[in-house]
């Protein structure tokens, strides 16, 4: 019973970790392994069963009063992706955060809501709540339930195509 717990608890603080411990291909500082976590994983080289079990149930049990004291969060890659997707088109600074991983290029959704601007360009609003603003091209005609796909363009900024249409130039607005 009791070993069979050990390697229950380890392969779950090995899965919940994995996106953690990977390294960042091409980045200069990787994101550091908490403590709390890296305490978890020491206990592995321990070689007497029973202390390396005492081992984990101290440190599992300190992990689980880290995340209930919000000193420490759990997540995984679809999490990470999914923000990564809510923040497209935002400018922030260079944070490990969201570890190194794919970037974001594209973005497609579903209008709810258009409205002019004091220039008359459109903002379009995404389901996500995410809101763009038309910079530049030919006024679109778009309509809440029509598809929209924003990707990167050069120069830093972003096209947007509305069901299939030319692109037009685009802003993320701060919500």
Request: charged share 25%; aromatic share 6%; proline share 4%.
């Amino acid at each position: 019973m009791r070993l069979s717990y050990l390697a229950v608890m380890s392969g779950v603080c090995l899965a919940v970790a994995a996106p953690s411990l990977a390294k960042d291909k091409g980045k200069d500082d990787p994101v550091p392994t908490p403590a709390v976590f890296q305490a978890v994983i020491d206990c592995k080289a321990i070689a007497a069963a029973e202390a390396r079990l005492a081992c984990y149930d101290s440190t599992v049990a300190a992990m689980g009063r880290a995340k209930d004291a919000e000193a420490l969060v759990v997540t995984d890659t679809g999490a990470i992706r999914e923000a990564r997707r809510g923040l497209f088109g935002i400018s922030l600074p260079k944070l490990k955060l969201f570890g190194g991983g794919e970037e974001v290029n594209e973005i497609e959704g579903k209008i709810t809501a258009v409205r002019s601007s004091n220039d008359g360009m459109a903002i379009f609003v995404l389901e996500d709540g995410a809101r763009w603003r038309q910079t530049e091209g030919r006024h679109q005609f778009a309509k809440p339930g029509q598809t929209i796909k924003v990707r990167r363009a050069s120069m830093g900024g972003f096209m947007a195509n509305i069901d299939g249409q030319p692109g037009v130039r685009v802003v993320r607005m701060v919500n």
